[in-house]
T-cell receptor, first 116, second 114 residues
Framework: ETGVTQTPRHLVMGMTNKKSLKCEQH?????MYWYKQSAKKPLELMFV???????ENNSVPSRFSPECPNSSHLFLHLHTLQPEDSALYLC???????????????FGPGTRLTVT | KNQVEQSPQSLIILEGKNCTLQ??????????LRWYKQDTGRGPVSLTI?????NTKSNGRYTATLDADTKQSSLHITASQLSDSASYIC?????????????FGTGTQLKVEL
């Protein structure tokens, strides 16, 4: 549980606010991920950072802006969000994936975001 | 299109009873399949992982099976406990793009009652 931490755990923001979600991993991993989890829908991969470089951006609106200053920290900057962006935002980390190898992702507890 | 379908969507059982959750996938080429447990308000935690050549794997009271020919997996929970109440998510890893792509199921919501 303490391997990947996320703050805040809960966030309520208006559509004109700017906020940031923070994720920190203490597992020595070098890949980090942001996922969105909405009710009754599969987890949606948003961004992937591997070795501090963004390697994947799954058509996420520009109102979500990730930042990975080092291999242990990951941020998700939020601005002018919409009510449909309300969801659980999960951070995960793993060893950087290589061709033919898949490494287990360890998830944080998530930030429950409500956009009003 | 890669998909993972889980059934049932939700399940209620009495404490001490067994249950089996199903996962069907269309991910190809296949790399591995994981079952995650997600407690309310927490992130998913891995229970088991199986590769193409593995048919069954156990983790305590949890036993996962894999039939790579029919692309089906099951998670069997024995002697259920109240703490087993959670969402169980099937995740299939496929090969492609120089690495592995994960496809998530929507999960089965299990509730264990007294």
């Amino acid at each position: 549980e303490t391997g990947v931490t996320q703050t805040p755990r809960h966030l309520v923001m208006g559509m004109t606010n700017k906020k940031s979600l923070k994720c920190e991993q203490h597992l020595g991993h070098n890949a980090m991920y942001w996922y969105k989890q909405s009710a009754k829908k599969p987890l949606e991969l948003m961004f992937v950072y591997s070795l501090e470089e963004r390697v994947e951006n799954n058509s996420v609106p520009s109102r979500f802006s990730p930042e990975c200053p080092n291999s242990s920290h990951l941020f998700l900057h939020l601005h002018t969000l919409q009510p449909e962006d309300s969801a659980l935002y999960l951070c995960a980390s793993s060893q950087a994936r290589t061709s033919g190898n898949s490494y287990e992702q360890y998830f944080g507890p998530g930030t429950r975001l409500t956009v009003t | 299109k890669n998909q993972v379908e889980q059934s049932p969507q939700s399940l209620i059982i009495l404490e001490g009873k067994n249950c089996t959750l199903q996962c069907n996938y269309t991910v190809s080429p296949f790399s591995n399949l994981r079952w995650y447990k997600q407690d309310t308000g927490r992130g998913p935690v891995s229970l088991t992982i199986m590769t193409f050549s593995e048919n069954t794997k156990s983790n305590g009271r949890y036993t996962a099976t894999l039939d790579a020919d029919t692309k089906q997996s099951s998670l069997h929970i024995t002697a259920s406990q109240l703490s087993d109440s959670a969402s169980y998510i099937c995740v299939v890893s496929g090969l492609g793009g120089g690495g592995n792509k994960l496809t998530f199921g929507t999960g089965t919501q299990l509730k264990v009652e007294l």
